[in-house]
């Protein structure tokens, strides 16, 4: 009976932490962490964190900067929410007058992308080891214009891990960021202006971005955006702990086709520009909207089959699909007004935007619980 009660008490905890703002769940997570550093000492989770801020010496190159080493190695983050995780890092990097490089060559393919070539082998899906490349090269420029190459005998080096520091936390946090869709809060001169200094994009990318987005704004095209996840609906109905307490969404494209019919009369706009997931969403709604909506052509899944369910909503992607979906999250905050869900991308294009939508309105409507 009290390892059920115990099981129970910790499930509700769980719950509560993951809508609770992000200084309590900071405090929690270091009462944790205090906890594993008595029964483990040297070996715990804080003791490492201690140790990795430590400066190092590689080589006496560079003595008078310090260089801090961002490792990106949440496997399973996406390109908006890994955004939003570095500029806490690149906001502590600024306090400390250290110079960002980025290392990400630990990151799945499936996610972060590869060439097409690559993408259609598959070769992580089967087993087989795939080329470590610096994949955050596909898409932007190292921060500060240094590379993992050149600060090899650098004198001062710092390796965080990829947890924040406390004081992040109630500044900036990862856990808290998707607060920042919510309003024109006080984060917006903090962190639109670390966003414009040290997320690049790469030439190509860059490239590819301002022409897509002189296309959609051609002829004072007036534009209401609007970001649909409707893969993150498909996850939670197959059960998948991947969406586990992610934000919920409109269940229904109806409810979009509603919404959408709605706010652009209210807010007088001759186009829609869409962001979705899923090629089912883009369907419906172009059937609905006809020339009226635009969208770039990307790779999407395909919820249903014949009715039938998929198997994953995630697909693996190539370089020109996540460009194509960056390229998305840029048009998406320069429209006049925008319709979203809360999720990363949501979150980057509210910063991007820096409170300047005439109108918005953003679905409120909690997390997915337990799957």
Known sequence: MTGDFGRKLMKYMK?????????VYAVCEWVHLYKERREKGEDS??????????????????????????????????IASMMIYLLGHFKYADKMHYIPVIDSTLYRPWLWGGPDEEVAQCPWRKGLPWEMKERWLFYFKQPAGVTMQDIQDCKNVVFPTHSFPF??????????????????GPLFPVINPLLKKYVIFEDDTAQYIEQQTRNIFREGRRVLGVSVRMGYVQG???????????????DSI??????LERFRLLWKCDYIFLSTDDTGSADDLNKHFGG?????????????????????????????????????????S????YLGCRNGGCSIVNVMNNGRFEHKYIYAMGKFEDV
């Open 15 to 23: 719950r509560w932490l993951a809508y609770a703002p992000a200084p």
């Open 292 to 332: 009226t909506l635009l969208m770039l052509d990307r790779m999407r899944t395909r919820i249903t089959e014949n009715g039938v369910f998929s198997s994953n909503p995630l697909l693996d992607v190539s370089i020109s699909s996540n460009r194509a979906y960056l390229a998305e999250l840029v048009i998406l």
């Open 45 to 78: 989770t804080l003791c490492r964190r201690e140790k990795s801020r430590k400066v190092h010496c590689l080589g006496d190159k560079d003595p008078d900067k310090t260089y801090y080493v961002i490792a990106l190695d949440e496997q399973e983050t996406g």
């Open 334 to 337: 320069k429209c006049q007004c």
């Open 254 to 259: 109806d409810i979009f086709i509603h919404d």
């Open 167 to 184: 004081f992040l936390a109630l500044a900036f946090p990862c856990t808290g960021a998707y607060t920042v869709c919510k309003s024109n």
């Open 236 to 250: 939670m109905k197959l059960k998948e702990k991947h969406y586990q307490y992610h934000n919920r969404q409109p």
